[in-house]
């Protein structure tokens, strides 16, 4: 990577995953092409770099961050744009194998973090997995934490002939002196979609959480099952639920948090994320196209229950253009009490176009509660190395649901 230049000023801007994707997989001719150039690499490490300066970090954790990131990509950071993507990786609309996101608590800088597949462009699934749990552990050695538990969960998710859409992807919090918490989000249905809840299920119970199934909500699909690597206050387990069709009031009944958020907050958020905030009295549209997931955080064994719910609304499915997703956004950062400023400087970061001519950079916008802790908003922007979705020519319809009375 050394001919990879990532000097601030070199790489200065001039301008202040889904593995449900209902968009035909390849590349998709009614998709433009993005307008970077240069490498893959070279792409999102100036990407980096401004969003972290953007979320307040300093030059030199910028610098690092951003060796990191091309570290661990691997061989694809060389990879030219002018190429199509490596793979039909499903972390972005585009398969462009990088992903950002901005965690917002009220009253604090937000935390940027990335999220990477670091297996992209391998020969098969068996690979990509082999050579994202080799990039993981050598993070372990270079920072000095553990793997234990995900080493107890390596036959469970990565079988010699793995199934699903993805094998591993890493998540990076990008946090001030250079050494970022690790996370890795693995697939449930790596033995097969109807292993999934088994797989989930014994995977909870080897480490040592042995009620924590029993607890989790109804979902269609289990998307995700996450471990907290590192310098972690309190390491989680999150399992990562599909819920297709959904409507706010049934959304208001995922948590299993005790003392979680009521019933009003997380219908507001569902619909002002969902822009659903100005229908009429009474009536509520179900989001069935892409759909909405849900996240349930365990921390502790006694007890089974989760002490973390977070529910992610994929904005761009229902949302004509990204100006309109970003002003959702800004309301939902704006109800509970935190400044928008950043997200709007990260936006300008990542790309110069206009927001009306995309939708998809800003992917989700979730909301968090996590026991003892403030509430937090997150924003996920795509990178679009790739390709830029095109803007909805007209509103996007939710089919409504029965009224609620």
């Known amino acids: 990577m050394d001919h990879i230049s990532i000097d601030a000023g070199i790489l200065h801007h001039p301008t202040p995953f889904d593995p449900l994707d209902t968009r035909p997989s390849g590349r998709v001719s009614s998709w433009v092409p993005t307008d970077a150039g240069g490498t893959l690499g070279e792409h999102a490490a100036r990407q980096v770099l401004r969003l972290c300066e953007a979320a307040g970090l300093d030059g030199a954790d910028s610098a690092a961050y951003?060796?990191?990131?091309?570290?661990?990509?691997?061989?694809?950071?060389?990879?030219s744009l002018d190429l199509p993507a490596p793979d039909d990786s499903f972390l972005s609309d585009d398969h462009t194998p990088v992903e950002f996101s901005l965690s917002f608590t009220p009253d604090?800088?937000?935390?940027?973090?990335?999220?990477?597949?670091?297996?992209?462009?391998?020969?098969?699934?068996?690979?990509n997995g082999r050579t994202g749990l080799r990039v993981v552990r050598g993070m372990a050695r270079?920072?000095?934490?553990?793997?234990?538990?995900?080493d107890e969960l390596e036959d469970l998710f990565f079988p010699p002939d793995p199934q699903g859409p993805l094998a591993l992807w890493c998540a990076l919090e990008l946090v001030p002196g250079g050494v970022p918490r690790v996370k890795v989000y693995l697939n449930p249905a790596a033995s097969g979609k109807e292993r999934s809840a088994d797989t989930v299920r014994e995977a909870l119970r080897r480490l040592g959480h042995h009620q924590a199934f029993a607890s989790l909500p109804t979902g269609d699909r289990h998307l995700f099952f996450a471990l907290d690597l590192g310098d972690w206050a309190e390491p989680r387990v999150k399992i990562?639920?599909?819920?297709?069709?959904?409507?706010?009031?049934?959304?208001?009944?995922?948590?299993?948090?005790?003392?979680?958020?009521?019933?009003?907050?997380?219908?507001?958020?569902?619909?002002?994320?969902?822009?659903?905030?100005?229908?009429?009295?009474?009536?509520?549209?179900?989001?069935?196209?892409?759909?909405?997931?849900?996240?349930?955080?365990?921390?502790?064994?006694v007890t089974g229950r989760p002490s973390?719910?977070?529910?992610?609304?994929?904005?761009?499915?229902?949302?004509?253009?990204?100006?309109?997703?970003?002003?959702?956004?800004?309301?939902?950062?704006?109800?509970?009490?935190?400044?928008?400023?950043?997200?709007?400087?990260?936006?300008?970061?990542?790309?110069s176009r206009r927001l009306r001519d995309g939708v998809g950079l800003i992917a989700y916008v979730g909301l968090a509660h996590q026991e003892g802790r403030l509430p937090r908003v997150t924003a996920y922007l795509s990178s679009e190395a790739y390709e830029v979705r095109p803007p909805a020519t007209a509103a996007v319809p939710s089919r409504r649901a029965e009224a609620v009375h």
């Open 66 to 79: 951003a060796r990191t990131m091309l570290s661990a990509l691997g061989p694809v950071a060389e990879r």
């Open 108 to 127: 604090q800088r937000p935390t940027l973090r990335v999220l990477l597949e670091p297996g992209c462009g391998a020969a098969d699934l068996a690979e």
């Open 142 to 150: 270079r920072w000095g934490f553990d793997t234990r538990r995900l």
């Open 240 to 301: 990562y639920l599909a819920h297709h069709d959904l409507s706010a009031a049934e959304a208001a009944g995922l948590s299993r948090v005790d003392g979680g958020p009521g019933a009003a907050e997380i219908t507001s958020f569902f619909r002002t994320a969902a822009g659903h905030d100005t229908d009429a009295p009474g009536r509520d549209p179900r989001l069935d196209r892409r759909p909405v997931q849900s996240c349930h955080a365990f921390t502790e064994t």
């Open 308 to 351: 973390g719910f977070t529910l992610y609304i994929p904005v761009r499915d229902y949302a004509r253009h990204d100006g309109e997703a970003l002003d959702r956004a800004v309301a939902v950062l704006g109800r509970h009490g935190m400044d928008a400023t950043p997200l709007r400087r990260s936006v300008a970061a990542v790309t």
